[in-house]
């Protein structure tokens, strides 16, 4: 919780931190990317925050103020929430699609030191889902990243026919769990899918 004001409203809120922005839900509603903000002060009593137009303190104990002041001042870069690492092997299904309408993934891709794979096994495959007809294809690429790897299925924000809920129910009947949403883009969102540890190791196939 904090107290905010944001332009004309002041009160209190819950401040939610995201991997880009700061949310606000409560008495003063809104957001705040972390680019605007002037000024990111921890301290005993909380973390002062401002930015044009308004300006927040943030109710932490002066470890936790740090900690968001770091995660402010240097947040996580989209391979980070991938768990995509130099060395990793990565497989972007389809990789002619296009991804983000920006370009960044391919451009954080290009600039570490992964191992693009086109077949075979992968610790992080990227998977784009069009529509809910793409789920049916699941399945038949579970082989590219078991026993221990992840599929990221990454989908179009703000589509009634497909959303996390349809990955979910596919993944389960695939029997897959998920573990991660994220952010992919300002466009997309991006569910994390493995396969559950108590059923890796197996040799008798897929249920």
């Known amino acids: 919780m904090g107290h905010v004001r944001l332009g004309e409203a002041a009160g209190r809120a819950r401040v939610l931190l995201e991997t880009d922005e700061l949310i606000f839900r409560g008495e003063v509603k809104g957001r705040v990317p972390f680019t605007a903000l002037t000024r990111i002060e921890p301290g005993p009593d909380g973390l002062g925050l401002a930015w044009p137009g308004g300006e927040a303190t943030v109710d932490l104990s002066e470890r936790e103020a740090g900690q968001w002041a770091d995660r402010i001042a240097h947040p996580p870069t989209l391979l980070d929430k991938l768990g995509v690492t130099d060395g990793t092997r990565v497989a972007v299904v389809d990789p002619d699609h296009l991804l983000d309408g920006d370009g960044a993934f391919a451009a954080e891709l290009a600039g570490r030191a992964v191992k693009l794979v086109r077949r075979g096994p992968a610790d992080v495959v990227v998977w784009p889902v069009d529509g809910a007809a793409d789920l049916a294809r699941l399945p038949s690429l579970i082989p590219r990243f078991e026993p221990a790897g992840a599929l990221w299925a990454v989908w179009p924000k703000g589509r009634k026919e497909l959303n996390d809920n349809h990955i979910r129910e596919a993944a389960r009947d695939a029997g897959l769990v998920d573990v ?15 396969v559950p540890k108590a059923k890796r190791g197996r040799s008798d196939g897929h249920p």
Do not use: E
């Open 180 to 194: 991660k949403v994220a952010r992919f883009s300002a466009t997309h969102s991006a569910l994390k899918l493995v």
